[in-house]
């Protein structure tokens, strides 16, 4: 079986994130989308959220899995048996910080790491700047999963 994992905090997720994981469903037998744990930040949601709202915009691909993690990817791919991990590319700047990311985590267990470009209508998004604009009034239709959307304008503005 040809399993891989797509890492992030996904706080939120977007549909940039949705483009990686559902083209990533269709290459692999088996997607592990994992909540990457970092006790040094405060996220808006919960992990217990995020896993929750991945779980629902996920659920028509029968071969994505929702898991968390604390510690080193590398440690969840040994533990979970995942040879590979897959990125989304959106900028060149991205490259640089990935490609030193996937070195060092190939070293230390052999793990690949595959790079995917963002799907272009998705290039510009990142979780905090869909925060900020919601934070302010925005709109980010079509931007986000619209369960997305209402949860995080209900934590944002109230509504």
């Known amino acids: ?3 891989v994992v797509c890492p992030g905090s996904f706080d939120p997720v977007t549909n940039g994130h949705l483009d990686i994981i559902s083209r990533a469903s269709r290459l692999f037998d088996e997607v592990v989308v994992a ?3 970092n006790k040094t930040k405060v996220g808006l949601f919960t992990v217990e959220e995020r896993i929750e709202m991945l779980e629902e915009v996920t659920k028509e691909y029968g071969n994505v899995k929702i898991d968390k ?4 990817l590398v440690d969840f791919c040994r533990e979970s048996d995942i040879p590979v991990i ?3 590319l959106r900028a060149v700047s991205d490259y640089e ?3 030193q990311m996937a070195q060092m985590n190939h070293r230390m267990a052999g793990v690949e790491t595959m790079f995917m470009s963002t799907n272009p209508l998705y290039s510009y998004l990142s979780s905090s700047l869909m925060k900020e604009i919601v934070k302010f009034g925005g709109d980010v239709s079509g ?5 997305v959307h209402e949860r995080l304008s209900a934590r944002l503005r109230g509504t």
């Open 69 to 72: 993690w604390h510690g080193l």
């Open 143 to 147: 931007l986000i999963p619209d369960l």
């Open 86 to 88: 897959v990125k989304g």
């Open 97 to 99: 910080y990935e490609l």
């Open 1 to 3: 079986m040809r399993r």
């Open 35 to 37: 909540v990457m744990i």
